[in-house]
């Protein structure tokens, strides 16, 4: 996984998986929550990009980029998704996505946190474990 995704792996967290006798499941389970954590990225990434998509399919563009509400909407409106995430979860990784040391997403920062634009930029392929 650290290969394929750089500084996924927390060095730190992960030593706290690490106990004497059971050293494979907690590694296991630590590998799990990566992936868990990675998946959702993946997956508003892919939200984005899907609004995106639809906006270019229709003759007239109205706006550069999509709130944090509409990305939200538009990911809990599909049933796969078994989790359902809030404005201020969706934002944080919407920041952290747009990070430019990620660089997935971009951003327009506009006067409050509400009122930021966000649009795609490249996909996080996601392997299987």
Do not use: C
């Not at 907690?26 to 899907?50: A, G, N, Q, W």
């Not at 809990?76 to 997403?105: C, F, M, Q, R, W």
Request: hydrophobic share 30%; proline share 2%; no cysteine.
């Amino acid at each position: 996984m650290q290969s394929n995704h750089r500084n996924s792996v927390d060095l730190f967290k992960l030593k706290e998986y690490l106990k004497a006798g059971q050293s494979d499941e907690e590694v296991e389970k630590y590998i799990d929550h990566v992936y868990t954590e990675m998946s959702l990225r993946s997956h508003i990434i892919i939200v984005v990009k899907e609004l995106s998509e639809q906006e270019n399919q229709t003759s007239k563009a109205t706006h550069q980029g999509f709130t944090v509400t509409e990305i939200r909407v538009h990911y809990n409106a599909n049933a796969t998704h078994k989790l359902k995430l809030n404005d201020e979860t969706v934002h944080d990784l919407l920041i952290e996505l747009s990070s430019p040391l990620t660089g997935y997403l971009g951003r327009i920062k506009d006067s409050n946190w509400n009122s930021d634009r966000f649009y795609f930029l490249r996909d996080l392929p996601i392997n299987g474990k």
